[in-house]
């Protein structure tokens, strides 16, 4: 297969950053991978497996994981960029109305029925990929385990390294002639540029870290951001607080309820939910501030990424690395169950969020209607019903 044009990649994922919502952007990543050949069904589980290893948004680098295997670091690059693009322009306009009008009317209202289509979305994804990998009861075992960390408030990191740890131990797999065939020589040239970019990220790093600057510059957005993306595991739900720490507690850039506002906008535009960042930068210095919050937050592990996704391809034939990948999914499996149901605590008391949650199910796995239209339909509902005073 021919790999596809820069271009193609670029409007490929702006589509996706375009349409979807939280943890709801997997389902519409692993369909249009999957339809348009960019990567088979057990590279993106791969993919999944592998972006959870190290710091980062899990989305944002899943979208850099595909761009590299199909067109290397270019790839990466514009994958990343066209899925971030609609994301950062829809928080722009927005943390520009912020700013001049100071609230956010219906947005608290919203928020409700956009966790519920979220959430549906996710138990649905969940469904997909248990049936997959929970095939035996070591694989259960393991899904209760990482559902009993996040219920018990650990980090999941934890549930991570136990799937690892107990797949590498506990299965024998033989390794998949297929994908060993594939394995090519380690390419110094594909490599390069990955390399490259990692060391001028580092080297902008520690040039920050030491130089003096205003505390609400863009050189101090940039330090703060990239160290965020840095050192933070996991998604929005564990890189959020870190931020919150930094800009709130430790910069003041914002008080707690502007810091409430930009989650809530990261919650209501499509897109990874730490686009929450540009409204940080936004805030603090203006346009080129949100620009280089969002470039900074995301841009140390979509490298990351370029590196793992290029060493990763010479060893993922071997048994202890299929095996640890086949725990990792089966654990991913109870961190999708209590990510939804964590979404769902605030909603105990909204029973027609929870119908919601259950047509959303029946659109997708039943009618087999896309995310968009699932999105589209449940919001046109939950509006009339905020209308009529119901939700």
């Known amino acids: 297969m021919n790999p596809p044009r820069l271009v193609d990649l670029f409007s490929a994922f702006f589509r996706v950053g375009l349409t979807s919502f939280g943890m709801a952007i997997l389902q519409n990543l692993r369909a249009m991978s999957l339809r348009r050949g960019f990567v088979s069904?057990?590279?993106?589980?791969?993919?999944?497996?592998?972006?959870?290893?190290?710091?980062?948004?899990?989305?944002?680098?899943?979208?850099?994981?595909?761009?590299?295997?199909?067109?290397?670091?270019?790839?990466?690059?514009?994958?990343?960029?066209?899925?971030?693009?609609?994301?950062?322009?829809?928080?722009?306009?927005?943390?520009?109305?912020?700013?001049?009008?100071?609230?956010?009317?219906?947005?608290?209202?919203?928020?409700?029925?956009?966790?519920?289509?979220?959430?549906?979305?996710?138990?649905?994804?969940?469904?997909?990929?248990?049936?997959?990998?929970?095939?035996?009861?070591?694989?259960?075992?393991?899904?209760?385990?990482?559902?009993?960390?996040?219920?018990?408030?650990?980090?999941?990191?934890?549930?991570?390294?136990?799937?690892?740890?107990?797949?590498?131990?506990?299965?024998?797999?033989?390794?998949?002639?297929?994908?060993?065939?594939?394995?090519?020589?380690?390419?110094?040239?594909?490599?390069?540029?990955?390399?490259?970019?990692?060391?001028?990220?580092?080297?902008?790093?520690f040039a920050l870290a030491v130089a003096p600057g205003p505390v609400d510059g863009p050189g101090e957005l940039v330090r703060v951001f990239m160290k965020i993306g840095a050192i933070a595991f996991g998604n929005a739900a564990t890189i959020l607080p870190v931020m919150q720490q930094a800009v709130v507690e430790q910069h003041h850039w914002l008080d707690a309820p502007q810091f409430a506002a930009a989650i809530a906008l990261g919650q209501i535009t499509p897109g990874p939910m730490l686009n929450s960042a540009t409204f940080v930068g936004y805030q603090v210095a203006g346009l080129g501030g949100g620009l280089v919050a969002t470039v900074a937050i995301f841009a140390p592990s979509v490298v990351m990424t370029m590196l793992f996704t290029e060493l990763f391809v010479h060893v993922r034939h071997l048994a202890p690395i299929r095996a640890a990948i086949r725990g990792v999914m089966a654990a991913f499996v109870g961190m999708l169950a209590w990510a939804a149901i964590s979404l769902g605590q605030p909603l105990v008391d909204r029973p027609l969020a929870w119908l919601l949650v259950a047509a959303t199910l029946v659109a997708l796995r039943t009618l087999k209607w896309d995310t968009l239209k699932v999105f589209a339909a449940g919001l046109l509902l939950w509006a009339a019903e905020l209308q009529f005073g119901l939700a």
């Open 41 to 205: 069904a057990a590279e993106i589980e791969e993919g999944i497996a592998m972006v959870q290893l190290y710091p980062g948004p899990i989305m944002v680098d899943l979208v850099a994981f595909i761009g590299y295997r199909r067109r290397g670091a270019w790839g990466a690059i514009f994958a990343v960029a066209g899925f971030l693009l609609p994301a950062t322009v829809l928080m722009l306009v927005l943390a520009a109305a912020y700013r001049r009008y100071g609230e956010l009317p219906q947005v608290a209202a919203l928020l409700p029925g956009l966790t519920a289509l979220v959430i549906g979305v996710v138990l649905s994804v969940t469904l997909d990929i248990a049936r997959k990998n929970i095939a035996h009861r070591r694989d259960a075992l393991l899904a209760l385990l990482a559902f009993a960390i996040g219920a018990l408030g650990g980090n999941m990191l934890w549930a991570v390294a136990a799937g690892i740890g107990i797949g590498a131990a506990g299965w024998r797999h033989e390794p998949d002639p297929a994908v060993a065939e594939s394995a090519t020589a380690l390419s110094w040239r594909r490599l390069a540029p990955s390399l490259l970019l990692g060391a001028g990220l580092l080297a902008l790093g």
